[in-house]
């Protein structure tokens, strides 16, 4: 089934086998392009039949020059839509009715998201950081972040949901805590959290999901 949207075709069948064999440290967003009828025609035709379908390196390496080739060719007002949808858990629903936002919290730069596979029984956990102009204090829909930590066969509730986002972000916060080092410990730590885990209008998700996040501390 082919999915016509922002005048791109997007394979809808590939799109969620792909997902579904997405590995946690892989970019989203190459797997949804991957997708496209165009970049599937250019490598099938570039490798021929039986490269194709033999899922090998040719395939791969194929696949990665023509997704570049994509992105230089992409019309920016598109790209801009596609990494904005992509962040707020709308564009996959649009993509395919396979797919439905389950929870969505937005945390100024970043996004956690659940999504719900039909076909595969199972839930996704999306998160994506985005870029952020701090002159002006407003997003940018560029994607520097996009993938799947988590999986889960039972939808979880939204206090659970946090906890996996609170182990989702767990490289982040090292990453951040090794940038910032000249800042004393405490201090880092309080920055940390009003980065990662408050909304661009000021929703505290420390605050209210507290009993979550003082668990998970402790546990530490």
């Not at 801009?80 to 389950?102: A, M, R, V, W």
């Amino acid at each position: 089934m082919v999915t016509k949207y922002l005048g791109l075709n997007f394979e809808v069948d590939d799109l969620i086998l792909g997902l579904e064999y997405l590995d946690p440290n892989e970019f989203l967003l190459d797997t949804i392009m991957k997708s496209l009828s165009q970049l599937k025609d250019e490598v099938f035709n570039k490798i021929g039949a039986d490269a194709y379908f033999a899922l090998g390196d040719d395939k791969y390496i194929e696949e990665e020059k023509a997704l570049k080739k994509i992105y230089k060719t992409i019309n920016p007002l598109t790209e801009k839509k596609i990494h904005s949808e992509l962040f707020d858990g709308s564009l996959l629903p649009t993509l395919s009715k396979n797919y439905k936002l389950i929870i969505y919290f937005e945390m100024k730069i970043y996004s956690h998201y659940l999504i719900y596979d039909k076909k595969g029984k199972q839930y996704y956990y999306v998160t994506n950081k985005r870029k952020w102009d701090k002159k002006n204090n407003e997003p940018i829909s560029k994607l520097l972040e996009s993938f799947i930590p988590a999986r889960f066969e039972k939808k979880p509730s939204k206090p659970e949901f946090f906890k996996a986002i609170l182990f989702g972000n767990e490289d982040r916060a090292d990453e951040f805590m090794e940038k910032n080092k000249a800042i004393e410990y405490e201090k880092r730590e309080k920055l940390w959290e009003k980065t990662a885990y408050v909304s661009s209008k000021g929703l505290d998700y420390i605050n209210l999901y507290k009993e979550v996040y003082d668990q998970y501390v402790n546990d530490q």
